[in-house]
């Protein structure tokens, strides 16, 4: 879908801005996670597999997944994300998008009937009710069946450059104005919360994400410094018109701020970590 100007020149809508600046960052944490986007020791050659995507945009990671199945036109793939705006008309081919809220309440016949139910970059989004939520989401999966978690931490590296710092505080920032808990993302937080579902086989990994030339796909650099910035730009605006304006950096830092980014992101990178947490149900 693309919408026009005062001067008829296509411009893309803003839900496929999105999308895209989503895909890109599926891919650069693809990369990150090894290469994989399920790091739960899943059987991929079973038929009749019922999997969940949670916060799923266009049902991307959904239509990645899907190509892993041995039996895809047997498979049962379910995304679900607030509200249908960035929802792709017609949908992905096998994929279902539905209006779901992740703090429910969730259709009765979704209930622990997924062999997989996948969520990645939601929790910010459920401020102080993430546990909440991610028990929520380990009720709808099936005993035997699994669950994983993707979040980006709240942390770069110590040699990273000030204003990759700075991008990264924004986003604490935010957080904090929202309710969202600094360390939502961490590993110990996330492992908790499946523990408290009684999963077991409960892994963990701290991926090693990367931002900018530190992103190891040399063909996908220019477009992630580009998802960066568009970021950046989207959280500097959120920050400066929420209660209390901008707190992480002075109004002259802010005016120079995405240029300084930019040349950090194109000639140093920036490293981001991953959590991924993933267990299963028991089989009863």
């Known amino acids: 879908m693309a919408v026009a100007d005062d001067e008829n020149t296509p411009q893309l809508a803003a839900s496929e801005v999105e999308n895209e600046r989503l895909q890109i960052n599926h891919h650069v944490t693809k990369l990150a996670m090894g290469g994989s986007i399920l790091l739960a020791p899943f059987d991929v050659t079973r038929p009749n597999l019922k999997i969940l995507d949670s916060g799923t945009s266009d049902g991307y990671w959904l ?22 705006e960035r929802f792709p008309d017609p949908p992905p081919e096998g994929i279902e998008l539905r209006v779901q809220d992740v703090l429910g309440p969730f259709p009765d016949s979704w209930r622990g009937t997924f062999d997989v139910v996948h969520q ?4 910010a989004a459920t401020a ?34 000030p204003a990759v710092h700075q991008f990264v505080e924004l986003i604490n920032e935010l957080h904090i104005k929202i309710g969202a808990p600094r360390n939502l993302a961490d590993v110990a937080v ?19 994400g990367t931002l900018g030339a530190k992103v190891p796909d040399p063909n996908i650099r220019a477009t992630a410094i580009k998802s960066t910035l568009d970021s950046a730009a ?20 802010a005016s120079s701020f995405l240029e300084r980014l930019e040349i950090e992101l194109t000639e140093y990178g920036g490293s981001w970590p991953i959590s991924v947490v993933w267990g299963q149900r028991p089989v009863k």
């Open 234 to 253: 989207s959280l500097l605006g959120a920050n400066i018109g929420l209660p209390g304006g901008l707190q992480s950096m002075s109004d002259e830092e």
């Open 128 to 161: 102080t009710k993430g546990r909440e939520a991610v028990l929520g989401l380990c009720n709808l999966v099936k005993p035997g069946g699994w669950i994983q978690l993707v979040e980006m931490q709240s942390t770069v590296g110590e040699d990273d450059g």
């Open 190 to 208: 996330l492992e908790g919360h499946i523990m408290a579902a009684g999963f077991q086989r409960v892994g963990t990994m701290q991926a090693p």
């Open 120 to 123: 990645r970059f939601v929790l």
């Open 63 to 84: 239509t990645e997944f899907r190509k892993t199945l041995t039996r895809p036109e047997t498979c049962t793939m379910i995304g679900f994300d607030i509200a249908d």
